[in-house]
């Protein structure tokens, strides 16, 4: 049995940005999600856990419209304003760029959520490029999905972590966000990263559910050693951000899992400095 009181003497010592989750309070998919993760899906109790286990703030990951209207968030939850595959499906990127650039405006919208794989799009291709401009413009970063997806109906290579590359490459002033690490192409991932200056990385949705810390480490020991090593190859945490994927994962035992894979002297820039300075939070 994990020593539990040792994880909640840590928590209050230490302050957690989720920069990487997810919020539609009572929407059934996520209402039985965060059931699974042993949650549920409200604001009060997210704010109850946040309280617990000194999580400071989070960054939602739009997957609503484009109207400002529905980015309302409560308390310390700031947002990237999603252009996912409800919106693609019927209108242009073109289309698209005054509504976003509303959301830029708005000093709770912290930059731009791109969901290729979902979207059967490469983010290198010149329809993104007003996006980019937009981003450059307002100094906010683009966050990528990268690496697998929910459910049979997206495109793996569309969200290949080298896609990301391109951009970096021909936007060397745009700071690019790479979600999930690119899981499971960790080796691919962490080349992009260690490349480009302008490309960071958020460890949020590598896990489902609930787990124990301990049983994962032995039955996933091969994949999990290669995860520490892709990330100690990088040799330099300033990039590496903390992230649930909520309501995906149950909060505390996802933060005892990032625990087990940092090193102690890189978790404070890895659970709050990084988040803070690269989406510009002020906290």
């Known amino acids: 049995m994990e020593d539990q009181t040792t994880y909640l003497q840590d928590y209050k010592r230490r302050r957690i940005i989720d920069a990487h989750l997810h919020f539609n309070p009572e929407e059934p998919y996520f209402s039985q999600i965060a059931r699974e993760a042993g949650h549920v899906n409200s604001w009060e109790h997210l704010q109850e856990e946040y309280a617990r286990l000194g999580y400071v703030g989070g960054i939602v990951m739009g997957n609503r419209s484009l109207n400002i209207k529905d980015h309302d968030y409560p308390g310390p ?15 242009s990127l073109e289309q698209a760029a005054p509504l976003i650039e509303e959301n830029l405006r708005n000093s709770r919208c912290v930059g731009i959520k791109l ?15 007003p996006v980019y401009e937009l981003a450059k413009q307002y100094g906010k970063p683009v966050a990528v999905h990268t690496g697998e997806t929910a459910g049979q109906g997206a495109l793996l290579k569309y969200c290949h972590p080298l896609t990301l590359d391109e951009v970096a490459v021909r936007h060397p002033h745009l700071q690019l966000v ?15 990263v260690d490349k ?42 300033d ?11 149950n909060l505390e035992e996802y933060v005892n899992f990032i625990e087990r894979l940092i090193p102690e ?10 988040a803070n300075r690269i989406y510009g939070l002020g906290l």
Not at 239 to 249: K, N, S, Y
């Open 115 to 129: 969901y290729p794989g979902y979207d059967p799009c490469y983010i290198y291709e010149a329809a993104y490029e």
């Open 239 to 249: 990039d590496v951000m903390f992230g649930t994927d909520w309501p995906l994962v």
């Open 77 to 91: 939850l700031w947002y990237c304003v999603g252009l996912d595959r409800e919106y693609l499906g019927g209108n």
């Open 178 to 192: 790479m979600c999930h690490f690119g899981n499971p192409w960790l080796m691919d991932a962490a080349a992009v």
């Open 265 to 274: 002297e890189e978790q404070e820039k890895v659970f709050f400095s990084n």
């Open 196 to 237: 480009n200056e302008n490309v960071a990385l958020d460890l949020s949705g590598l896990l489902e559910g609930r787990f124990s810390v301990e049983t994962l480490f032995r039955k996933k020991h091969g994949y999990l050693e290669q995860l520490r090593g892709w990330l100690d190859y990088l040799d330099n945490y």
